[in-house]
């Protein structure tokens, strides 16, 4: 009876990884004669391969707590000022405070971060031919001999 169950569970396995083929006439191919990049890649207008990364720096700085103090203070009074216009307690009025200064102090930190952080020159030769320089704050994960895209004036992984 066991032999019997691994029998037909063996079976039922081959048959649902038998649907996991592909009838893809590019599958497994060579790419001999492609003029894309990678051969299981099909060609696009807006994509390419970076050639080169260059960080271009921002010259400016500020004193590394600046953005969380002010955020803070800001945060802080709105969030008391709401809760005052709300008619909150004199209690939730100081929760209140406390939170926005939490939430202030996290985005005035990283408003600070954007403002003077580096940016990066991402250099892509197109699969037309053509080269573009895109400037972007960000890589996420491209690096150079990346195959990417470019989208609305961004690069991203393809």
Known sequence: ??????????????LALAGCTTTSPNYGS????????????ARCADCGLVTRIDVV???RSAPSATGAILGGIVGAVAGHEI????????GN????????????????NAIQK??????????VRMDDGRTVV???RDLGG???NTYVRVVNGKVVLR
Do not use: C, W
């Open 93 to 108: 009025q100081n929760v209140s405070a406390v939170a926005g200064a939490a939430a202030g102090a996290m985005a005035g």
């Open 134 to 136: 895109i400037n972007q």
């Open 142 to 144: 491209i690096r150079e």
């Open 114 to 123: 954007n403002v003077t952080s580096d940016t990066y020159n991402i250099h």
């Open 57 to 59: 720096a921002s010259n």
């Open 30 to 41: 060579s790419g001999y004669g492609s003029s894309a990049p990678y051969p299981s890649q």
């Open 83 to 90: 809760s005052d216009k709300t008619g909150g307690s004199k």
């Open 1 to 14: 009876m066991k032999q019997t169950h691994l029998i037909g569970l063996a079976a039922f396995g081959m």
